[in-house]
């Protein structure tokens, strides 16, 4: 069963309980967080504070994709906000182990994420730290993107290394994940589908929630 986590960028803020409380009932696994500092990527989203109203509006798992130039100064605050697991970026930490401790230490699970232009080769030596790995397949800043197709070779490469050494790292897609790629993104070895547009604005949430756990 693959695992799905509606992107809240996606959502219709003016309706924020609502749409948490609809992607509750049809029992999404997470809630996929995208944090951007208009630094490491060209848009702002929102903070520690909207990260604590979602907090209060459901008790599912949160993911927070931290898009931030210095992560590590915002981690305890995300925490505090109620965040479960914390994601940041190989391409502002490239000795990123330490902060995999960090995040640990705050009681939090870490993981770490490249971009569609970083080698996987360069995050696999990593991999053992952390307990998810997040393969960008879009440039993130914006939700709506185009999903570009390198990411299949990268998430097969990923899959191969977790396996042979026995860990235990889950993989995750982000970025124009749909209906039309996501069996591929499931047999090349993903865990977890990242869907924001794809999930908000569909028609039929239940069917595209039910379709993806089917896989
Ligand atoms: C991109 C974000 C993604 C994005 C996904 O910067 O990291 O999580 O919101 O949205 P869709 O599914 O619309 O590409
Ligand atoms: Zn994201």
């Given at each position: 069963?693959?695992?799905?986590a509606p992107?809240?960028l996606?959502?219709?803020?003016a309706?924020?309980?609502?749409?948490?409380?609809?992607?509750?009932?049809?029992?999404?696994?997470?809630?996929?967080?995208?944090?951007?500092?208009?630094?490491?990527?060209?848009?702002?989203?929102?903070?520690?504070?909207?990260?604590?109203?979602?907090?209060?509006?459901?008790?599912?798992?949160?993911?927070?994709?931290?898009?931030l130039?210095?992560?590590?100064?915002?981690?305890?605050?995300?925490?505090?906000?109620?965040a479960?697991?914390?994601t940041?970026?190989?391409?502002v930490h490239?000795?990123?182990?330490?902060?995999a401790a960090?995040?640990?230490?705050?009681?939090?699970?870490?993981?770490?994420?490249?971009?569609?232009?970083?080698p996987?080769?360069?995050?696999?030596?990593?991999?053992r730290h952390?307990?998810?790995l997040?393969?960008?397949?879009?440039f993130?800043?914006?939700g709506g993107?185009?999903f570009?197709?390198?990411?299949?070779p990268?998430?097969?490469?990923?899959?191969?290394?977790?396996?042979?050494?026995?860990?235990?790292?889950?993989i995750?897609?982000?970025?124009g994940?749909?209906?039309?790629?996501?069996?591929?993104c499931?047999?090349?070895g993903a865990?977890?589908l990242v869907?924001g547009?794809a999930?908000?604005?569909?028609?039929?949430?239940?069917?595209?929630?039910?379709?993806?756990?089917?896989?």
């Amino acid at each position: 069963m693959s695992k799905i986590a509606p992107s809240v960028l996606a959502a219709d803020f003016a309706r924020l309980e609502e749409e948490i409380k609809d992607a509750d009932r049809l029992g999404v696994d997470m809630f996929h967080l995208d944090i951007m500092d208009g630094h490491f990527v060209p848009n702002i989203s929102y903070g520690p504070g909207i990260v604590r109203t979602i907090n209060r509006i459901t008790d599912t798992f949160l993911d927070a994709h931290l898009m931030l130039s210095e992560p590590e100064k915002y981690f305890e605050a995300f925490v505090k906000s109620g965040a479960d697991l914390i994601t940041f970026h190989l391409e502002v930490h490239p000795d990123p182990e330490p902060y995999a401790a960090a995040l640990r230490d705050l009681g939090v699970q870490a993981g770490i994420s490249i971009n569609p232009d970083m080698p996987v080769e360069n995050v696999l030596p990593f991999l053992r730290h952390f307990d998810l790995l997040l393969l960008m397949s879009v440039f993130p800043g914006f939700g709506g993107q185009k999903f570009i197709e390198d990411v299949i070779p990268k998430i097969e490469a990923a899959r191969h290394h977790i396996d042979t050494n026995g860990l235990s790292t889950v993989i995750q897609v982000d970025g124009g994940v749909d209906g039309s790629n996501a069996a591929r993104c499931v047999e090349a070895g993903a865990d977890i589908l990242v869907m924001g547009t794809a999930f908000f604005r569909s028609p039929d949430r239940k069917a595209l929630t039910e379709s993806v756990h089917a896989l």
